[in-house]
């Protein structure tokens, strides 16, 4: 009798304890909310005298991300996105607090299309008579491609700018298979569907040596192009810049025209301030691009009746729900139609930032948009891809909106399965 009495008063004991540590983990949990909420709550200042910095410290994403958590009545949101940035470019253009925008390479940039778009905001905010200026102690090749843009570029006495050209590599796997006894089984369609020949060949056929080729010189074009226009260099002097690598010093990199100065930190802070009107460095107000985009852009709400919905396809697709890195096609769908459910929205902008995926789900929000223009428009704008899956769902659309630097196609399909039977 007193074996159960005890059994039962330590089960009893077990559960109470358990539902003590669930409501401390509760509580634990709302505190640090609080506290998060209450330092991102706190209220961003644009002082006079400000320098806006485009420092991307992490990869630059097409939106920016909001999370809501229902049970604690907190919302988390970023303002990493490019259609953030791009807003608040914007703003910033006509706000009497930015004097003008300083550049920084961080290698985040994400594609070329992404920096097309920020190239084009930059050549309108210069526009204004605010000065956009660089400094690195050196440069990826894709930054420079955006710092080109600036009104003067410079960087530090053993910097360098990274302008070799663009290439790709393949590994392949046919012979490893052979050793190993593990082999991949593969259906696929379509000649220039490439992703699967590593598994079927020890070298580039013929096709996908085409297909890598004419895309490496058609991003290039895109990059030697506006580079050319904004440093007053022939596209032919830029060819052979990358040739012969005559960016690989700071002292080269000015010779051929590729900067405009090589300089200290310090020097370069006093044309800051020169530009700014103070004496002192600590006088100059600086503030992130990201902080900047949260102060002017937080709460804002359209109030316009007439609105566009914009519906973000980002990452790979798949079956289900989506998230900011995966193309869901219930989340898709499920904004499609709430989108033309409202009477307010009068036209569908879907943003395609997708290498592809799952047949099916491309299949099903590929109808989905054919019943989606039945009664309102819809419009696709490519981000730095829409290939494969992404370019099928992007067909059914009223029409098709790009850069020269997003990448498209990779039309076909293809199927894989480990097989380890041999």
């Given amino acids: 009798m007193n074996f159960f009495k005890t059994l039962l008063a330590t089960i009893l004991g077990f559960f109470i304890s358990l539902g003590v540590f669930f409501i401390l983990f509760l509580i634990a949990i709302s505190v640090m909310m609080s506290s998060v909420g209450a330092s991102k709550g706190e209220e961003i200042t644009v002082d006079d005298n400000t320098v806006l910095e485009l420092d991307f410290q ?4 097409d939106f920016s991300e909001q999370v809501y958590f229902e049970d604690f009545n907190y919302t988390s949101e970023s303002f990493n996105g490019l259609n953030s940035v791009l807003q608040a470019i914007e703003i910033a253009k006509t706000d009497p607090h930015i004097k003008g925008i300083s550049l920084k390479s961080t290698g985040n940039l994400s594609g070329i299309a992404f920096a097309q778009e920020l190239r084009r905001a930059l050549e309108d905010f210069k526009t204004s008579g605010k000065f956009v200026l660089a400094y690195n102690d050196e440069i990826s090749q894709l930054d420079y491609y955006l710092q080109s843009v600036a009104d003067k570029v410079y960087i530090s006495q053993l910097g360098n700018v990274n302008l070799r050209g663009l290439s790709s590599e393949i590994f392949f796997y046919k012979d490893l298979q052979e050793k190993t006894g593990l082999r991949m089984e593969v259906i696929r369609h379509g000649k220039y569907k490439s992703a699967v020949e590593p598994f079927l060949e020890n070298k580039m056929s013929d096709n996908n040596r085409l297909q890598t080729t004419e895309l490496l010189n058609a991003m290039w074009d895109v990059l030697v192009t506006d580079i050319a226009k904004s440093r007053n260099l022939s596209v032919e002097k830029l060819n052979e810049i990358a ?56 709460g804002s709400v359209s109030k316009e009746k007439d609105k566009i919905a914009v519906i973000y396809a980002n990452g790979e697709i798949m079956q289900g729900e989506g998230n900011q890195g995966i193309v869901g096609h219930e989340t898709i769908i499920a904004a499609l139609r709430k989108a033309v459910k409202d009477k307010e929205i009068k036209a569908i902008v879907l943003r395609i930032n997708s290498p592809g995926g799952d047949a099916l789900a491309s299949e099903l929000m590929h109808r989905e948009i054919a019943l989606a223009r039945k009664q309102k428009k819809v419009y696709v704008s490519m981000g730095n891809y829409a290939a494969s899956g992404g370019y099928y769902i992007a067909c059914n659309a009223e029409r098709i909106f790009a850069e020269a630097g997003s990448i498209t196609g990779s039309i076909g399909v293809f199927g894989a399965l480990p097989n380890a039977s041999v």
């Fill in 58 to 61: 992490e990869p630059l994403t």
């Fill in 243 to 298: 040739t012969n690598v005559d960016g690989r010093t700071a002292e080269l990199a000015q010779q051929n025209g590729l900067i405009d100065g090589v300089l200290f930190r310090d020097e370069f802070e006093k044309i800051l301030c020169e530009k700014v009107g103070k004496k002192e460095i600590d006088d100059v107000n600086f503030i992130g691009i990201e902080d900047y985009a949260e102060s002017v852009l937080k």
